[in-house]
């Protein structure tokens, strides 16, 4: 088992390829609440080409970009926007550097091979490149970007916070758990968004903007706070492996994901702090989880157990590196995710879950 702290930050990306188990094909939960940001983000294209007075090269970069047709689809909007509003103007298009930005191990060969599409459909000449490395480092030249966008990212962390020996057969946050862990992961998402903000600070350009969307809280108090359903339901299914001694118990209460979920007024009080930024606008929303069946005449035992299935292949998507990872055995993933397949089947056969967001965008100062 490697429970090294930093190899297991090292394979922090989402599953590849375009598999039943790849994020590329259980993510359309974020693709359905990047169609829900698609008006800020050309808002802010749109002021700030205004504000910059149109110039002939514009730097693009999407932190966190995983890969896949999420991927495919904010690059068309935000390049579309761009030439558009040059259009618009009567200007000449400009040239387009967009840098796709995730770790290292992320496949971005997956939306690489999406390029000649995207080429089909896009006006000017756009350059499309790949930057590996970790968003908590420099990644780019100073006073170099011009936008930047980021999507279901931000919430998870540089390292899983220390002081957590307390949060026994928990992954996460859970209602009832020690208040210390609650403060762990406040404070190691204070500093990693300080360090962000302060990092794209050098990056950008004066009047650049950001546009962020990440999973939030609703709880004003960060430390009351209600299950982050995905994660709740792994808990469960490592639970069930301890009695049935497929796992140690000593290895599930050492597996915590480095995740957090800030509520609004907890990102504004970071921001502010930093000082690097303004606050452009700041929205919230919570939005319903779909997990639709292809078959709508099912009866409810069948519909139940194709949700649980869903909902099993969307945190298997996300999860699965970070579990090898840690318990070493790829052979108990299968069984693991049939057990988080059943708690989700009796949890939300009748009800889909929600997810509350938060969507910001910021100008450089």
Not at 3 to 8: L, P, Y
Not at 156 to 163: M, R
Not at 172 to 185: L, Q
Request: net charge neutral; hydrophobic share 35%.
């Amino acid at each position: 088992m490697s429970s090294s702290r930093n190899s297991f930050m090292n394979v922090l990306s989402m599953n590849g390829g375009d598999g039943e188990h790849s994020y590329s094909s259980n993510s359309d939960n974020q693709r359905n609440v990047i169609s829900k940001t698609r008006p800020m983000v050309e808002e802010n294209i749109k002021e700030m080409l205004l504000n910059l007075n149109y110039p002939d090269c514009i730097k693009v970069s999407d932190l966190g970009c995983s890969s896949g047709q999420n991927t495919f689809v904010v690059m068309l909007e935000i390049v579309n926007t761009v030439t558009g509003s040059y259009q618009q103007k009567q200007k000449n298009l400009p040239e387009i550097d967009y840098c796709l930005n995730d770790l290292p191990q992320n496949d971005f060969n997956t939306t690489f091979r999406l390029i000649p599409s995207f080429d089909k459909e896009v006006k000017g000449k756009c350059f499309i490149s790949g930057t590996p490395g970790s968003f908590y480092t420099r990644l780019f030249p100073k006073k170099s970007l011009h936008f930047l966008h980021s999507s279901y990212s931000i919430m998870w962390l540089s390292k899983v916070p220390q002081g957590l020996e307390d949060n026994k057969n928990n992954v996460y946050i859970r209602s009832g758990c020690p208040i210390n862990v609650c403060k762990s992961y406040m404070n190691q998402f204070q500093n990693d968004f300080y360090l962000f903000l302060r990092l794209r600070s050098e990056e950008m350009l004066p009047n650049g903007r950001m546009v962020l969307t990440f999973i939030g809280a609703n709880d004003v108090d960060p430390l009351c706070r209600g299950d982050f359903y995905l994660w709740s339901l792994l808990s469960d299914a490592l639970i069930d492996l301890v009695s049935e001694r497929v796992v140690k118990q000593s290895e599930v209460e050492s597996f915590n994901l480095p995740f957090y979920n800030p509520n609004e007024r907890e990102v504004i009080k970071i921001v502010q702090n930093e000082g690097s930024f303004e606050i452009n606008k700041i929205g919230t929303h919570e939005h319903l989880v779909s997990y639709k069946t292809d078959e709508e005449e099912d009866d409810d035992q069948s519909h139940g157990i194709k949700v649980g299935r869903k909902m099993a292949n969307r945190a298997r998507s996300i999860a699965e590196p970070m579990l090898i990872a840690h318990f070493g055995d790829t052979s108990i993933i299968n069984h693991l995710f049939k057990k988080f397949a059943h708690h989700a089947t009796q949890k939300y056969s009748f009800s889909s879950p929600t997810t509350f967001n938060i969507i910001m965008s910021l100008i450089k100062k």
